[in-house]
């Protein structure tokens, strides 16, 4: 069995902190993670060493079978998405929206000199119109809402037809109906047979698009409990994640939780 991802024994520390602490996680084909925990639990860390973004401190991460440390990173990028908030930090304001998609395909966040192919424009046109965002391509970036952005990104993040997508907490800042919808397109998107491997970021339950298979709750740089959603989503285990008592429930495919009476 080959691994999408494969850490063990992952230790990151930073200065005298251990902010992520004997990690291990298994990620296969076709499978959809949700990472749900606290401020501060370590999940945008995960990302960053699952995006090549960071090497661990001790102990082994596996991405598409090629071990980080012994491999270009810059060759294995090109087949990872990432949607984050710092990454977003990256895009000129001033940057088309078609233009935010399309430099993906160099692995950019601002177009300068290069050639795109008609491939390359009809790919991200198509991108666009999957999220909704179609009609923006001519707008700047920095025009956009907030949830216009983020749809913007996700695009962006599968311009280069990726084997793993991970999105950190694309939902965040989002009002109620930009919420659901972008849930609604997750779950489209979990649901293709075509899709690259997904893993997200969230701190809420409710924003867990119905298609993801698995879930991994994490608390104080470690993993708590990790596999299937139904079997870890249980109040006693939300209780230990976040430290208050939760109740948790579940209906037509969506989850939510409140504190518990
Ligand atoms: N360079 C650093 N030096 C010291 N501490 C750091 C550094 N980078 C991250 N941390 C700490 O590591 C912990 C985990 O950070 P991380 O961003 O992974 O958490 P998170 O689960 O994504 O939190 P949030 O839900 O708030 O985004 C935090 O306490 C953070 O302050
Ligand atoms: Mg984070």
Excluded: C
Aim: charged fraction near 25%.
């Amino acid at each position: 069995m080959s691994w999408v991802l494969d850490l063990q024994g992952v230790r990151v520390r930073r200065e005298t902190t251990m902010i992520l602490d004997g990690v291990d996680w298994q990620v296969a084909e076709g499978e959809r993670w949700v990472i749900l925990g606290p401020n501060g639990a370590g999940k945008t860390t995960l990302l960053q060493l699952a995006s090549t973004r960071m090497h661990p401190t001790a102990g082994s991460v596996e991405i598409l079978g090629e071990r980080l440390g012994g491999v270009d990173v810059f060759e294995l990028r090109p087949r990872i998405g990432l949607a984050s908030a710092a990454l977003a930090d990256l895009i000129p304001r001033g940057e088309t929206v078609r233009d935010v998609v399309l430099t993906a395909a160099y692995g950019v966040t601002g177009r300068w000199t290069e050639a795109y192919e008609e491939f390359d424009e009809d790919r991200a046109r198509d991108l666009l119109a999957a999220f909704g965002v179609d009609t923006l391509a001519d707008r700047r970036f920095g025009t956009l809402s907030e949830g216009e952005r983020k749809r913007v990104q996700i695009a962006r993040s599968l311009m280069t037809d990726p084997e793993l997508l991970l999105l950190d907490e694309p939902a965040a800042g989002l009002d109620l109906g930009g919420r659901e919808e972008l849930v609604a397109a997750l779950a489209e998107l979990a649901g293709d047979p075509a899709s690259p491997v997904l893993v997200l970021v969230t701190h809420h339950p409710e924003e867990i698009p119905p298609g993801f298979t698995h879930l991994m709750l994490m608390r104080d740089g470690g993993v708590l409990q990790a596999g299937p959603v139904e079997e870890v989503m249980t109040s006693q285990n939300l209780t230990e994640a976040f430290g208050v008592p939760l109740e948790v429930s579940h209906d037509a495919g969506r989850w939510t939780a409140r504190a518990a009476r």
